[in-house]
């Protein structure tokens, strides 16, 4: 059996596309910007040796953005020869999406729909993740949890519609999401019109 050092040493990154909801309304995403005024990359490292993926990835959101405390997941390899000038680097791409008050005040959101040109393969990892998410918002209610525990039909379809970029109606949504919903027989008072209806995930 011939010994490793026969085989080519590819370099192995992480990069990590962590997506949130911003007080607007807009999906964004959480970037860099290495030259301290244009964003250009996502949040990323080269692992390192006896390092796992997850921890390389919680690395580089930490050292390099000041988050903690999140669980991202793998999404996809990207491992197209030519992604990186300075050699042959695959990257192990990870996605998250959390509430934005977990993110820092300084934190750098770009609206997904308007992102700038971006290093490497970003633009591609950004989109690649962006469809896992929203495949996964068509299907439950706020599986992400960028909602509280209890909400309303119109706050969870609001969030569904920042989420996948388009406008519900909302009978088809609520007839396609109650399934996956259980009443809590309490009512949202705020504001002057009718109270809502409280529900929380299945």
């Known amino acids: 059996m011939a010994s490793l050092d026969s085989y080519p040493r590819p370099s192995v990154a992480v990069d990590a596309a962590v997506l949130t909801v911003t007080a607007g309304g807009e999906l964004a995403v959480l970037l860099l910007a290495p030259d301290g005024r244009i964003p250009t990359r996502l949040p990323g490292t080269f692992l390192h040796e006896g390092e796992s993926l997850a921890d390389a990835v919680l690395r580089a959101l ?31 791409a990870h996605v998250d999406v959390v509430r934005a008050a977990l993110l820092p005040d300084d934190a750098l959101l770009v609206p997904v729909a308007d992102l700038p ?24 209610p706020d599986p992400s949890g960028l909602l509280e525990d209890a909400f309303t039909l119109s706050q969870l379809r609001a969030v ?5 970029g388009e406008s519900l109606l909302p009978d088809t949504f609520r007839r396609s999401m109650l399934p996956h919903l259980i009443a809590t027989g309490e009512l949202e008072r705020a504001g002057r019109g009718r109270p809502a209806e409280l529900y929380r995930r299945r």
């Open 62 to 92: 930490r050292e390099k953005t000041g988050v903690r405390g999140l669980a991202p997941r793998q999404l996809h390899v990207f491992d197209a020869v030519d992604r990186d000038d300075r050699g042959r680097v695959l990257s192990v």
């Open 160 to 164: 569904h519609e920042a989420v996948l």
């Open 117 to 140: 040109p971006l290093a490497f393969d970003h633009a591609q990892i950004v989109e690649v993740a962006v469809a896992d998410v929203r495949g996964q918002y068509r299907e439950r």
